[in-house]
């Protein structure tokens, strides 16, 4: 009798819907959208965060993302005490969507987003870190504007 207890509380189980987090999920809503590789530390932060909106492309996708990145430093100001000064990071990405098949450029648009970011004239690694921070904040902003553009052009 326990042994038919302890297997009806079995089977019970695996009829929850409780699914696995590290276990492969269910894809239903495959995107039309391929986001083509982005070269560098921040092209493979926008790659993610645009994939990551977009979902998995259909392997029968039409639409081709290609992604160019610049940026730019400048310093603007620094403390009388010369220890620490500001700077600004400008990120500026040119998009451009194509048809998988044809080539024919169906919209080509550019973006730019700036971040400050304190230095430090005594710690190189804290200068570098928070001007990492101000690139990929830039970057994320960008990678949001850019969806809601393509996702709104790809509607019409």
Known sequence: MKKYIILTMLLALTACGIKPIYGER??????????????????????????????????????????????????????TDATYSVSEVTVVANFMVTERGTGKVLDEFSLSRSSTFSTSISSSFATET?????ETDAILGIAEIAYSRILAKLIQ
Request: net charge positive.
């Open 130 to 134: 928070a001007q990492k921070k101000a």
């Open 26 to 79: 269910e894809i239903n809503d495959k995107s039309p959208v391929f986001v083509a590789h982005i070269p560098e530390r921040l092209g493979q932060i926008m790659m993610n965060a645009l994939k990551a909106k977009f979902g998995y492309h259909d392997p029968n996708y039409n639409k081709i993302v290609k992604v160019n990145l610049k940026t730019y430093t400048a310093g603007l100001g620094l403390e």
